[in-house]
C-alpha cells in the first residue's frame, strides 16, 4: 500500500465518522430547538438592556408558534440577521462602537499598569501595608485602651513597670464595686492582662524601634 | 408622542393587516404571516410603531400551561394609529398609481394592495 492511498483511506474514513456524526445532528430535533434559541439570545442582546427581555419573550412565542424544524429556525436566523440595525434604531450602540469602546479601555488600562505596579510596590514599602507592622500597629490602640482603664482605676504607678503592684492595686480597687464571683474573674483577667500588656509594651519598643529605622 | 414613523414598504403592509379590523388585537407571527416578514423586518416595525404610539401592546391574558403554548403578544392600533394609518395607506396608494400612471410596473411591491384596491 503506497502512501497516497493510506492517505485517501483514512481521509474517507474520518469522512465517513464526520457525515454520520453530522447527520444523527441533524436529525435531531433538540438541535434545531438549541440554535434557535441561542440565536434568539443573541440577538436579543444586541437590544438596549432594558427591553431585551420582552423582545426576547415575544420572538421566541413566535419561534415555539411555528410549526416543523425549519421555519423557527430560519425565523430566528433572519431575527438575528437584522438585529444590528434593529438595536441601533431602538438607541443600542453599534458592534463597532463596542469594540471601539473596548479598546480604549484595554489601552487605558494598559497604560495605567506602570502607575498600578508602582503604587503597588509604594504600598508594600509602606509600613501600615505591611503584614507584620499592620498587626503591631493593629495592637496600638489596644494598648492604649488597656492603659487608660488601668490608670483611671489604680491611679497609681505605672502598670507596665511594674506588673505586680498594679495587679494588686486594680484588684482592691475594683474590688468596691463588684461581687465576689466578679472579683475571682477580674483577679484571673488581671493576671492575664500582665502577659499580655508586657508583650504589647515589647511590641510597641519594637515598632518604634523600627519606624526609626524607617526614617 | 415620538413623532410619526419612516413610511416604509414594512410599515404599511404591518398598518394594512391591523386596520383590516382596528379593534382586533393581532399577535406578531399572525402579521408577520400575512405580510410575508420575519422577525428581523416585524419587530423593528412594531417598536417604532408603538414608540410612537401608534399602536398598543399586551402580553395575552391566559395561563400558558392551560392553552399549552407560551403567551401572546397583542398589537391593536390606538385611535390616532387608525388615523395615521389610513391618511398613509392613501398617500401610498396615491404614489403608487401615480407611478402606475408614469412608469407602468414600476413602483408595485408584493403583499401591497393596488390602487384599485385588490392585492397586487
Redesign the interface.
Known amino acids: 500500500m503506497t502512501t497516497w492511498q493510506l492517505i485517501v483511506g483514512l481521509t474517507l474514513a474520518l469522512g465517513g465518522v464526520v457525515w454520520a456524526v453530522a447527520k444523527a445532528d441533524l436529525e435531531d430535533p433538540d438541535l434545531y430547538r438549541w440554535l434557535t434559541r441561542k440565536l434568539v439570545y443573541r440577538a436579543a442582546l444586541r437590544l438596549p438592556r432594558g427591553e431585551r427581555a420582552r423582545w426576547r419573550a415575544e420572538a421566541m412565542q413566535n419561534v415555539l408558534d411555528l410549526p416543523g424544524r425549519l421555519p423557527p429556525l430560519l425565523w430566528a436566523l433572519d431575527t438575528y440577521a437584522r438585529s444590528g440595525s434593529w438595536g441601533r434604531q431602538r438607541g443600542a450602540p453599534s458592534r463597532w462602537q463596542v469594540l471601539v469602546a473596548r479598546v480604549q479601555t484595554a489601552w487605558h488600562r494598559l497604560r495605567s499598569l506602570p502607575e498600578e505596579w508602582a503604587r503597588a510596590r509604594s504600598k508594600e514599602r509602606h509600613p501600615a501595608f505591611s503584614t507584620r507592622a499592620r498587626v503591631e500597629v493593629e495592637a496600638e490602640p489596644a494598648h492604649a485602651v488597656a492603659a487608660a482603664l488601668d490608670a483611671t482605676v489604680t491611679v497609681g504607678p505605672a502598670i507596665l513597670n511594674d506588673g505586680g503592684v498594679a495587679s494588686d492595686q486594680i484588684r482592691i480597687t475594683k474590688g468596691s464595686f463588684l461581687s465576689k464571683g466578679d472579683k475571682e474573674f477580674l483577679a484571673r483577667v488581671d493576671a492575664e492582662n500582665e502577659v499580655f500588656l508586657a508583650r504589647l509594651a515589647q511590641q510597641r519598643r519594637d515598632f518604634e524601634n523600627r519606624i526609626d529605622l524607617w526614617r | 408622542m415620538d413623532g410619526p414613523p419612516r413610511i416604509t414598504m414594512n410599515v404599511l403592509k404591518v398598518l394594512r393587516l391591523l386596520l383590516e379590523d382596528p379593534t382586533a388585537e393581532r ?3 399572525e402579521v ?1 404571516l400575512a405580510a410575508g416578514l ?4 416585524l ?2 416595525v412594531f ?2 410603531l408603538e414608540d410612537a404610539k401608534l399602536v398598543t401592546s399586551r402580553w395575552e391574558d391566559t395561563d400558558p400551561s392551560e392553552a399549552a ?5 397583542l398589537y391593536r392600533l390606538t385611535t390616532e394609529g387608525v388615523e395615521y394609518a389610513r391618511q398613509a395607506l392613501a398617500e401610498a396608494r396615491q404614489d403608487l398609481a401615480l407611478r402606475d400612471q408614469h412608469a407602468p410596473g414600476w413602483g408595485r411591491t408584493a403583499g401591497f394592495p393596488a390602487p384599485g384596491g385588490a392585492s397586487a
Open positions: 399577535y406578531g407571527l408577520g420575519r422577525g428581523g423586518s419587530y423593528p417598536g417604532r403554548r407560551p403567551r401572546r403578544r
